[in-house]
């Protein structure tokens, strides 16, 4: 099969075409003839040599994929109610960015109807990172108010769709007027520009003073200070990366006295059976919401992954640049 490889640690031109040999999926998985695999942040950090591969991992870039069932655990497929040539979405732990992609069965989505391979592809890392992190982590109920910091990245365009379907009010940040629109559109109720406003001031005076009852960060650093002062009582922080840095000095007084939570998590090395359970209850409460077209795959790119250049190099250096508005998509 085709891949793309990590040649070295570096710049995006380090990402280059390579053969290898396909993969075969063994106990509880699957193959997938890949149609589509979509880009992340992570992936752009582990070219660079800083995100380690979990142990057991393909050194392949690519946290998901969408395409076609090739072959499988056949108790397993029956299992989940697939069969071969059913097209399916899933998350892996590496080895995306390749024609062919071996899956643990849980991990697999069905291509929700109405949506293209290219589209599934966008979903997997996203949503089971929003679900996991923010409703169950920071547990957010309907009527609650909920703060995304980074509202048009990959991440936050899932975060608000779905926060808002399951009738949060979202306030989101984003670096330029042009994305804090964009996450208008896409249904969050307040969008703040973090270059040109004090987040902590807007939060508080959006919601009369209370503060919001759950904050989604992927900044840390001094913005967890920050986050504390606008969290309402018995609020939630859910940190999920530390673009900002890992070090934060806060106020201690403000987590008791308004009895915080201050959680995070990373998804990628959590076992197959933990995956498999946000795999479940995405199907059962988002999956419609994504065949009714009440939730939407935000693509803002499309990169033809095997071309000479590849495309992966031209998708990261989007990435790097953060002029993007939702997912970057690698097709096959
Ligand atoms: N913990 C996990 O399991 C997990 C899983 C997946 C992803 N992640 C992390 O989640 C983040 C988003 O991933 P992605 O793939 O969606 O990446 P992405 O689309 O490239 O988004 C990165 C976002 O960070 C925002 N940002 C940077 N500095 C900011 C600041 N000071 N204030 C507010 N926003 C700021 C950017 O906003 P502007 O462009 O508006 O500046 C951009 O929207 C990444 O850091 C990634 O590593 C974590």
Redesign the pocket.
């Known amino acids: 099969m085709k891949a793309i490889e990590i040649t070295s640690f570096g710049a995006p031109e380090v990402l280059r075409v390579a053969d290898r040999p396909d993969p075969v999926a063994g106990a509880g998985e699957l193959l997938i003839r890949v149609a589509a695999s979509g880009v992340?942040?992570?992936d752009v950090?582990q070219r660079m040599g800083n995100y380690p591969v979990p142990p057991g991992a393909s050194d392949l870039p690519g946290l998901e994929v969408a395409g076609e069932i090739v072959s499988g655990d056949a108790a397993a497929l029956a299992e989940a109610g697939f069969k071969v040539g059913d097209r399916v979405c899933a998350l892996i732990a590496g080895g995306g960015y390749a024609q062919l992609c071996v899956a643990p069965v849980a991990q697999c989505l069905p291509v929700p109807k109405g949506w293209s391979d290219t589209e599934a592809a966008s979903l997997p890392?996203?949503f089971f990172?929003v679900w996991s992190n923010v409703f169950e982590r920071g547990r957010l109920q309907k009527g609650e108010t909920f703060l995304i910091?980074?509202g048009?990245?990959?991440?936050?365009v899932t975060a608000i769709q779905i926060a808002k379907a399951l009738g949060a009010t979202v306030i989101v940040?984003?670096?330029?007027d042009d994305?804090c629109e964009a996450c208008k559109k896409l249904g969050a109720d307040h969008a703040i520009n973090?270059r040109t406003s004090d987040f902590v001031e807007e939060a508080k005076k959006l919601t009369g003073g209370k503060g919001v009852d759950v904050i989604l960060d992927?900044?840390a650093g001094e913005y967890v200070a920050r986050e504390i002062e606008c969290l309402a009582e018995d609020g939630r922080l859910v940190i999920?990366?530390v673009?900002?840095g890992v070090k934060a000095q806060i106020n201690a007084g403000l987590v008791l006295r308004r009895r915080l939570t201050i959680t995070g998590?990373?998804?990628?090395p959590r076992p197959v059976a933990f995956k498999g359970a946000i795999a479940k209850a995405l199907r059962e409460k988002v999956w419609p919401l994504l065949e009714s077209g009440a939730i939407k795959p935000v693509i803002h790119s499309t990169f033809a992954a095997a071309g000479e250049p590849s495309g992966a190099a031209q998708a990261h250096t989007l990435?790097e640049s953060?002029q993007?508005i939702g997912k970057i998509v690698l097709t096959w």
């Open positions: 992340n942040r992570p950090l890392e996203t990172t910091q980074g048009s990245s990959g991440i936050g940040t984003a670096g330029s994305k973090y992927m900044v999920i990366a673009q900002g998590s990373t998804l990628r990435m953060n993007h």
